[in-house]
Structure formats: structure tokens, C-alpha cells
């Protein structure tokens, strides 16, 4: 079992920015992946971005790219979100996921094996 902790939401006006943290506990040594995802008021879950983690490969949503970026810490067994020029859409509640394997895409929310309980992130105009 692994398990997620995410901290760092909160309020924030467009345009700004917000640091997200997930801190991973547990078995660690048998996550090949990590990722986030968002779920807004009355919509799916959506995929916002992933990092592999030995490799640190990156996987992006369009909507984030240029403005998101993930990070990992191996030593410290957490997983960073930077989030630069926020807008109004990014509003959601972001979770931290952990994937023990990623069979097709990264984006696939059936790839990821655990789930932290959610951070809000509120962005006013």
C-alpha cells in the first residue's frame, strides 16, 4: 500500500501562482509513476500532469503546459506541483495519484492504483 498526502491549496487570484505538495509513504519503492488530476464543480476528473519516477519523464495536459510543472524529490518520496499563471478554470479540487504500472497512457485515470484525499484550489478574478 501506498499512501498520498496532498497540502499546499488555497485561494489565489488569476494570474498568480500556487505550489502544490504530495507526500508519498509506504511502498514507495513500488510506484513506476506519479501524477495529478483535477476535478472541477459538476465535471470528470481530468488528467493535469504525470512524471515517472526513476526517469522523470513528464506528461502534460494541453491546458497546463507552459504553466504546470511537476517535480520529484526521490530522497524525500514527494511529488511538486508548481502552478504559474492561474486562471479562473484551473479552479478544482487537484489530486495526487500513484501508479504502480502505466499501461497505455499516462493520462489514464485507471493507471493509477492510489489517491490522496484532494486539495482545493479556488482562483478569483
Known amino acids: 500500500q501506498v499512501q498520498l498526502v496532498e497540502s499546499g491549496g488555497g485561494l489565489v487570484q488569476a494570474g498568480g501562482s500556487l505550489r502544490l505538495s504530495c507526500a508519498a509513504s509506504g511502498r514507495t519503492s513500488s510506484v513506476y509513476a506519479m501524477a495529478w488530476f483535477r476535478q472541477a464543480p459538476r465535471k470528470e476528473r481530468e488528467f493535469v500532469v504525470a512524471i515517472t519516477w526513476s526517469g522523470g519523464i513528464t506528461y502534460y495536459a494541453d491546458s497546463v503546459k507552459g504553466r504546470f510543472t511537476i517535480s520529484r524529490d526521490n530522497a524525500k518520496n514527494t511529488v511538486s506541483l508548481k502552478m504559474n499563471d492561474l486562471k479562473l478554470e484551473d479552479t478544482a479540487v487537484y489530486y495526487c495519484?500513484?501508479?504502480?504500472?502505466?499501461?497505455?497512457?499516462?493520462?489514464?485515470?485507471?493507471?493509477?492504483?492510489?489517491w490522496g484525499q484532494g486539495t482545493q484550489v479556488t482562483v478569483s478574478s
Open positions: 495519484a500513484a501508479a504502480r504500472y502505466l499501461i497505455g497512457r499516462a493520462q489514464q485515470s485507471t493507471n493509477y492504483d492510489y
